[in-house]
């Protein structure tokens, strides 16, 4: 039962360059989702895909580029990078139907240095 | 503004007694409710879900109480272990993406 897997688990990276957060879900959960998780703020929605080829945008979707064109793959882009962006990203899905549908599931997180 | 809050960020408590967390939330819309656990290094689990048509639902060890009049959530865990101690988040959803999570308060369990 291997859930969400999210990969790299730990990544450092230089200012200004690109970087892409990948996840994977195999449960064929329609709702996939994104969120930065800071101190001081919680948990942030970045992002969110309601199924395949649709997204949107979530509280803090700047600096951000997301894509779905599998159901189970939801990879999260950073254009270039800023330090600001250092947080710890968890990737995040649900069935969207039925009395649990809305519950959220959580990968085990990306942990972010940008330097 | 929709918001959904915690009244202790912080909860210390004696191997073996219960615990309880509470959390407010301001959204009346919200039919559905969820309380997570966060263990360090770790992305949020699920613990237990409750709707709104409902006042107490249990699971192993938790339940979970809600009081719409006064829009409070709280999460009750009986003979509270060392691997209880993490952070536990309320999150209160009215469908779809719109899933509002709580700052979270950090449970410690001493020996």
């Known amino acids: 039962d291997a859930g969400i897997t999210q990969s790299p688990r730990y990544k450092i990276t230089e200012t200004g360059r690109q970087v892409t957060l990948m996840c994977h879900q195999t449960w064929s959960h329609s709702y996939m989702f994104w969120y930065r998780q800071d101190l001081g703020h919680g948990l942030r929605l970045i992002y969110y895909?309601?199924?395949?080829?649709?997204?949107d945008k979530g509280e803090v979707p700047d600096g951000y580029v997301v894509s779905r064109s599998k159901t189970e793959n939801f990879p999260l882009t950073l254009e270039s990078a800023t330090r600001s962006q250092t947080s710890v990203y968890f990737c995040a899905s649900s069935a969207g139907q039925g009395f649990s549908g809305n519950t959220i599931y959580f990968g085990e997180g990306s942990w972010l240095t940008v330097v | 503004g929709e918001s959904v809050g915690l009244h202790l960020p912080t909860l210390s408590v004696q191997e073996g007694d219960n615990s309880i967390i509470n959390c407010a939330y301001s959204n009346s819309a919200s039919d559905y409710f969820i309380w997570y656990k966060q263990e360090s290094g770790k992305g949020p689990q699920f613990i237990i879900d409750i709707r709104s048509n409902m006042d107490k639902r249990q699971g192993q060890r938790v339940t979970v109480l809600l009081n719409k009049t006064v829009k409070h959530l709280s999460l009750q865990i009986a003979a509270t272990q060392p691997g209880d101690s993490a952070v536990y988040f309320c999150a209160e959803s009215s469908g779809g993406f719109k899933t509002i999570f709580g700052a979270g308060t950090r449970l410690f369990v001493k020996a």
């Open positions: 895909s309601a199924a395949a080829d649709i997204t």
